[in-house]
């Protein structure tokens, strides 16, 4: 029984290549450095956020000379959540890696692997963009805070620790960017497998 997947290969037309193999357009060699650079990013998220400590002295009404009080990343649900679902994207990043190296070794595989692909990434990307958010959010209310419920900012006093945070987000962010390229492309790649 005949296949009907269409082949990614074209034969190259000029005379100099003659012998050279067909040119391949599966676009795996870009899947295979978008997927090196969300591992890069979501990494680099979680390092941040875990680096992101500061004790400063604060003067409270129970003791009015003031107190060190440390402000860290496991203080927040959020951003430990942040956290879990960034490590969960970078595990995700370095197996898919080595998937996408697989498929480029061996493309028999490629359709079931960008079908694969394509769901996983979409489901990462939920993952990360919902605790990018959720990471945002409060600390929009840190540097903001929220003057209706009596929630204070407290960026002006641990500026360190709320530049740490907001690089973390803005890397997660650049992550969830890449997981929608990466979803388009595994679905622009198995579109152009259907055949027409």
């Known amino acids: 029984m005949a296949t009907t997947d ?24 870009v899947h295979v450095a978008l997927r090196v650079l969300l591992f890069a990013a979501s990494v680099t998220a979680v390092v941040v956020m875990v680096t992101a400590k500061q004790t400063e002295i604060v003067r409270l009404p129970v003791f009015p000379l003031g107190a060190p009080v440390e402000a860290k990343f496991s203080d927040s649900p959020a951003f430990i959540y942040f956290i879990s679902a960034l490590s969960v994207a970078g595990l995700y990043g370095i197996l898919s890696t080595l998937a996408s190296i697989a ?3 061996k493309p028999a595989y490629a359709t079931r692997f960008l079908l694969h692909f394509a769901l ?12 990018t958010g959720t990471a945002g959010g409060v600390a929009y209310i840190g540097l903001k805070g929220n003057s209706h419920v009596r929630w204070g900012k407290m960026c002006n006093v641990y500026d360190k620790f709320c530049q740490h945070v907001g690089s973390s987000v803005a890397v997660a962010l650049f992550a969830s960017v890449l997981l929608v390229l990466l979803s388009m492309l595994s679905v622009f790649s198995i579109y152009r497998k259907i055949p027409k």
């Not at 269409?6 to 060699?29: G, T, V």
């Not at 996983?120 to 605790?131: E, F, K, R």
Request: hydrophobic share 45%.
């Open 6 to 29: 269409k082949p990614d290969c074209e034969p190259i037309k000029s005379e100099e290549a003659l012998a050279a193999p067909p040119r391949c357009s599966n676009y795996s060699s």
């Open 103 to 105: 498929v480029v070794l």
């Open 120 to 131: 996983l990434d979409v489901l990462m990307l939920g993952i990360v963009a919902s605790a």
